[in-house]
């Protein structure tokens, strides 16, 4: 028998394909083109601790094999959160991880007491790699020192043992350092990678199209970067499970980005073309690893990595 | 919240027919059940691009009317203004092909209880779902009058079969090629006057959809209408489609176009607030 | 009368529109398709110190609109290169940008040293997103002072008035602190963007597709990232040349770059697919911008930037 | 470098048949003039997937063989493995259909100014350019003998007017499905003790190529064979092509097997470098 199973942390998954953060709306919208128990996890849009208005529209701008988008994080915030979305998905019997975001290391404390108290949660995603929030500078992520302080702050409030992932942007320079101080601060996991910082301007009215600006570029346009940055993780911490997520549209592109270092992956963008995309990737993804002579999702995680008598470079 | 997309079906509809009409292409899609969950108002989303796309996102299409052929499946009709790559690489597809379709998705018009007097006023192919919406009024003993309007002739989408079902028609250009020269709007007031409106239904441009609302709001006229914002995924996942509306309560929530509408109440719309969220919107800082 | 022109430091040019830097041969290949004197300029492959074989292959991969290549600087050499590329090119009357690369400081001064004596180039574009062998392998690029030790070498050692464009690469926090220490160094105008780095994985060998395992991603893919990178410079630095790059492959897109802040935009990746790529996009780029009401190229450069009366946030 | 694509064109070249043949499907385009300059090892380049493709680079194709029609214009024609999506999609496009093709490209077979003895080697849809050569060479006075291998007998690809040009025509397959069982380079020693032979051409997979040239350099045979890299621009501009090749000079440089292939001499290729730089390889370091 195949196993599917897989982990983060301590959490265990009964399969590694899990919608992204920010891409499955509450869930209900989805449950109407398949059970929600299918999914190795729903992974729930990242919530602040205020209601959030979002950014202004236009929101998105299609680009070459991708999208942009700055919906600058809108949402009810923790409180009604956790009221209503969670008990609602509990009930449907999914598997549910939470990402959070916050504005400051305070923000990250708080959030992370709040859900410390709340059961039926499988692991936290902390969203330290917002590129929409309006101050670049000021993305958590980008820094190693604001990454550690604010994982460092869930970390310290978490108690127990919800297991802990650090989600990554890949606009730095050297993101295996950012990982290791993540993982340093003690996250359990890390998500990689989040949309990459982009522009798209309306040649028609010669501006930027997004009201925004700048938004984040996710679609297989990025799977390049996601696959790179799972790579050059997975050989600096192999130890560290990773949730890789980056255009995955298909069972090969989840493949790939396993093969690269991932424990299980996220789908984003490819659910908007495809409301049914996740069930398609899981099931193409466990017929490529079948076909591949593997006995178990486990094994295949990077595999790419390995050595080969035959080709002495790799 | 209207109960998410509780009918909406993932299909590989069919291309029936595709012909020109005008600017746009009038496509015909096989689509089975769908075509009997369909209401006046709701809108498709297809796949474009073919196997190899580079275009990621659906593509969003007011439906125009539908058949319930009963065993032989039902048809969905759609019309299409071929504007960029997606919508033009749909037009440029035959009798035969099969597209991955969405529908039905959004809300509806909603259609009054009493027999009253309806306008509908449609702006370009903004027109399609406005003849589904008046064969139901008609059937529910409304008295329909309508008013399209286009930059130019080639662009006022009116079959002639749709037109027998309403009471009057009016046609504006703004260039005179056909009909009256001007904008819908120019005519409103006379026409909201003679027939004594009791409700307008539009469809068309945001800036037409806003500029209806100034003279039905003056008026103290219901009005619904259809809008169109930037979609990427037409099902309430990704939340790029927002706009400001304003809840019973008073209060203004970014709401999302695919969901709580396309069709939402003219005087809920917080107008003009493109590129800014306005002051006072839940959760505003 | 529409003009056409345009400049990057003292250097003019008859149109905006070059080739990218490793995209175009030696010239010899394009020529087949089209007189290289319609180009606004033809950017050489970044040429070294000594021969250089080059990575193993494969060397390139498709992505989803886009692509990942590892050439590893492949060429002849300055000695060989100036003895045979130049004199052919300054015969056929083409414009030339040079660009070099090195693999320290020490090159980067040699190579100018070897440029300054050499007449017929319109520029020098400096490559620093390479490895540098003396610190690492870490890209010249990457960090404020290297990238200025580079430009610095090149500054002191170049003489006279060949304008030098520095090409930065977008894989870094902050690009904006790049381009400003290079300009800072003595760069004239600079050159954005170089490829993102990526890694494909070859989902049948189940290792990554590249003999060098991680690639530069390229195409339109990136349009996004360029766009991106140039605007944020431009604001910046608005009054520092650019030469746009990343994914253009239509007028609209070289408009696009133009709009964002480049002065002239290479075109690379897109001559794979089309040889006459280049020509296609400087007539439908003049199209563009007649048909927007522009009397000259000038006037676009930036345009999105613009201040509008009635759109309070831009 | 054998002058660069003196007489390379790119033209919009319309689909005049595309029919499968076992495992592949023949494919006739119209091309112009295109047809009299190509010679047997040319192959052309065409783009994939439409205008809204997100496959930005063109796929190359040997060239089978070329009609010269005169004023009704030439025809150009290609042996296609449906593989991944761009061929796939090359082979899902019907007569009437025109494509961006470029032609004739990189090296093509030398031809001897002797009438001499050669054996053809084909493995797969490698057999394609092999029968365009049979003709020339058949008409130069030589003898060809042809063997075409392959893992199962719808991968042989062998038209009957093709065969008519050889002097003997053996088959192999890895499954004995037709001919002999076995590989290609199990029967080569008998056939070019039997006939002589002179020279070896051969198109096909790497291996089946370094194998056979393993046999040929043994026996000290002439050996021309066509290679098959990943070409991003099949023009000579991007470098992504090459190989490791021994000049005259004894010096091995990395060569672009589009413009300085993709036929070669055999014995001038450093095989089995896949993956690394042979050392002393001119700019190694
Ligand atoms: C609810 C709804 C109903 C619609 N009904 C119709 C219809 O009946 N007939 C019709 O021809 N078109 C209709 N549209 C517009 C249609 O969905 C496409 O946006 C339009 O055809 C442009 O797409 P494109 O691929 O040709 O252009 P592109 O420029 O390639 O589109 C790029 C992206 O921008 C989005 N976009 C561009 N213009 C618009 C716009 N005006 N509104 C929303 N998104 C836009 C596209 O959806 C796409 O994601 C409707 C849109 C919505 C939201
Ligand atoms: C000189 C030459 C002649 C060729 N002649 C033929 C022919 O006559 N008939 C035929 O069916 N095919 C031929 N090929 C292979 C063909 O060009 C495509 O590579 C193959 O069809 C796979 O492309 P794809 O889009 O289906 O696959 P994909 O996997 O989508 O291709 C992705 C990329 O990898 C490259 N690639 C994948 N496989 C190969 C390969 N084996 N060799 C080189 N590049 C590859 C593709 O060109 C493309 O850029 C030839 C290739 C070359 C270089
Ligand atoms: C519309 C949209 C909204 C997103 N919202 C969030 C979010 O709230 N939190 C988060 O961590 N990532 C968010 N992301 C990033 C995705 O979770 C994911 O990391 C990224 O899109 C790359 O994956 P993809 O290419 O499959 O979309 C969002 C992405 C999109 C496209
Ligand atoms: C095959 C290939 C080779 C390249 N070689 C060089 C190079 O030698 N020097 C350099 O500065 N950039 C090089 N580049 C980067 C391009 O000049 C350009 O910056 C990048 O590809 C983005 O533009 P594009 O999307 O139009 O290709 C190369 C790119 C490609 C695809
Ligand atoms: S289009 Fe995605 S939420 Fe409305
Ligand atoms: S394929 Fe580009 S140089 Fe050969």
Known sequence: MFNFRTSLGQAEFQNPVFTASGCAGSGKELSQFF??????????????????????????????SG???????????????????????REQGATIVVSIAGESVEDYAVLARKMRAVSGISALEVNISCPNVENRG??????????????EAVRRNIGGELPIIAKLTPDVTNIVEIAEEVVAAGADGLALINTVLGMVIDTNTMRPKLAGKTGGLSGPAIRPVA???????????????????????????????????????????????????????????????????????????????????????? | M?????????????????????????????VGEIASSAKPGNFVAIAVGGESSSMVLRRAFAIYRTFDRGASGGLLEIVVAPHGAGSTWLTNQNAGFKVDLIAPLGTAFGIPTEPVRAL???????????????????????????????????KIYAPLDGKRSVSSLTVTTEDGTTGITGKVTDVLPGIIAANEIDIIYSCGPMGMLEAINNISAELG????????????????????????????DGQVRMLRSCIDGPVVDGESVIWNSKRSIPEGTWGAN
């Open chain 2, 221 to 248: 006229i219901m009005h619904q209408c259809a809008i169109e914002e930037a979609m990427a995924c037409g099902i309430g996942v990704c939340m790029t489609c927002v706009l400001p509306i304003k809840g019973e």
């Open chain 1, 35 to 64: 059970d929600l128990t299918e999914l190795g996890a729903i992974v729930t849009k990242s919530i602040m601790l205020k209601p959030r208005s979002g950014r202004a529209t236009p929101r998105m701008a299609e680009t070459p």
């Open chain 1, 138 to 151: 000021q993305v958590f992520a980008c820094h190693p020192a604001t990454a550690r302080a604010a994982i």
């Open chain 2, 2 to 30: 209207t109960g998410i997309n509780k009918s909406a079906t993932q299909v590989w509809a069919e291309i029936i027919s595709n012909k020109k009409v005008g600017a746009y292409h009038h496509i015909v899609f096989s």
């Open chain 2, 120 to 154: 509908l006023v449609g702006g370009g192919y903004g027109s399609a779902p406005l003849f589904g919406l008046s064969e139901v009024l008609k059937n529910r003993g409304c008295r329909v009058d309508m008013v399209l309007g286009a930059s130019t002739a080639m």
């Open chain 1, 67 to 89: 999208m942009l988008n700055s919906i600058g994080l809108q949402g009810p915030g923790i409180d009604l959160f956790l009221e209503k979305d969670i008990p609602w998905l």
């Open chain 1, 227 to 314: 696959v790179r940055a799972i790579y050059q993780v997975h050989q600096a911490l192999p130890h560290v499970k990773i949730l890789g997520m980056g255009g995955v549209a298909s069972g090969r592109d989840a493949f790939e980005l396993i093969l690269a270092g991932a424990s299980a992956v996220s789908v984003g963008t490819a659910t908007f073309g495809n409301p049914t995309a996740v069930i398609k990737i899981k099931e193409e993804l466990q017929e490529q690893l079948i076909s591949h002579g593997f006995d178990s999702l486990r094994e295949a995680v990077g595999y790419a990595h390995r050595r080969d008598t035959n080709e002495g470079e790799l």
